[in-house]
């Protein structure tokens, strides 16, 4: 009997789990794909180009919301749940809402959904959103690039807009993410690689992202959103792990599996969290080092904050404007724009809440952890309207941007602003460079 089941997702995994799982499998047959964590997302219908010649009219994306009504009226057997960065209890409630009405409740594990490539993967995934994973790939790449090998990114997915347009996505230069209508948040994961000469690929169908990558590098490093795990089998899996929320890498899903299938487990931000923060996270992953006999590295890393005119900080009473995931989902109050204004003497950090327009205003609505932090959110042209009239609004001298990009290039400013920027850097003695030729044998 062909098995109806239903896809729970994020405009990412989702689609992914489909293509490689159940796309030609005759047992199953997939009635919709429902949405959660993304605004505008669902109402979508999943194309029939991409859905193949078993869904002619393509799948529908439907509110997560509808999971009861589906699962009575269509006679589900089964939901899959396909997206990441949530806490084990909300994926037991998930659960809840599949088994009450009858279906079972399905997590595929990454091996199934793994594709094995022709050329050596570096995985850099993590454990929460915000653990610092982008300037840690930022870091392997000029690795490799320095022992003359030529890597190419490929990013999770975000595709937020057309799917079948978005079905295989290469970003070379800002006019690439131009050309694509990116939103803030795929230009956050984006731009500073490409900035740095890089190329990125992304998009909906991993089989064919993998194929046009291979086709430019000798090396493919995996750049995972959220805290998902890689849609390619790694050679090497890096695994971001931060002390400031220590204690999330053994109650977020799937982060606990990428801390498990770590082979460089890296403790980041060592610099600015406390020795009793790094040692709870050391301990976390030693214990999952003994219970699956695995022999991964530990290696302890810092996240370098720096701006372009320090002294322009000093004495300013500042705007903080942070990545927006990494606050939303992520549930960090805080961020680079915050450890800047720190480190460089700030005056004051203003409230920008009063002036906080439309989808910004339900932004701090939703999430009041955010404080006085500003999230950088512009999945569609009047989230980017109401954060441009929000910053404008708010008295400050100086507007610290702390998201990965150049914001004043997506919004007018009319206030003196500055790029918070943050890298890698090594902590104690630790090398994650010499770890990783060692891993990959390449180190002679």
Known sequence: MTRNIVIMGAAGRDFHNF???????????????????????????????????????????????????????????????????????????????????????????????????????????????????????????????????????????????????????????????????????????????????????????????????????????????????????????????????????????????????????????VNTASPDQVESVRKAVQLCRDEACKDASIILGASIISVESPEAVKGKRVLLVEDGPTLTHGEMGFGAATVAARQYSAAEVVDPRPAAQGAIADAYAAYPHLGLALPAMGYSGQQLADLETTINSTNCDLVLIGTPIRLDRLITITKPHMRVRYSYADHDGGSLEKTLLERLNLSK
């Not at 994973?133 to 890597?151: E, I, N, Q, W, Y």
């Not at 057309?162 to 230069?173: E, M, N, P, T, Y």
């Not at 994961?189 to 993998?210: K, S």
């Not at 194929?211 to 805290?227: L, P």
Request: aromatic share 6%.
């Open 19 to 269: 293509n490689v799982v159940f796309k030609n499998d005759e047992a199953h047959r997939v009635v919709a794909f429902t949405a959660a964590q993304i605004p505008d997302i669902d109402g979508r219908i999943y194309p029939a180009e991409l859905a193949g010649p078993r869904y002619p009219q393509g799948i529908p994306i439907l509110p997560e919301d509808d999971l009861p009504r589906l699962i009575a009226q269509e006679g589900i057997h089964e939901v899959v749940f396909s997206y990441s960065d949530v806490s084990h209890e909300t994926v037991m409630h998930r659960a809840s809402l599949a088994l009450a009405p009858g279906a079972d409740f399905r997590l595929l594990a990454p091996a199934v959904t793994q594709i094995k490539g022709s050329k050596p993967v570096v995985a850099v995934c993590a454990v929460r959103t915000g653990c610092g994973k982008s300037p840690v790939t930022l870091a392997v790449c000029d690795m490799l690039r320095k022992h003359g090998h030529t890597p190419v990114v490929v990013r999770h997915p975000m595709p937020y807009g057309d799917l079948a347009k978005q079905a295989v996505q290469r970003f070379a230069s800002l006019a690439d993410m131009d050309a694509a209508d990116c939103t803030i948040e795929e230009r956050e994961e984006y731009e500073h690689l490409v900035e740095h000469g890089l190329t990125v690929f992304a998009g909906v169908d991993y089989q064919r992202i993998l194929a046009a990558a291979e086709k430019e590098a000798d090396i493919i490093v995996w750049d995972g959103g959220n805290n998902d795990s890689a849609f390619f089998k790694p050679d090497v899996q890096i695994t971001v792990l931060d002390p400031l929320r220590a204690g999330h890498e053994t109650r977020y899903h799937p982060g606990e599996v990428n801390m498990r299938l770590a082979d460089i487990a890296l403790i980041n931000k």
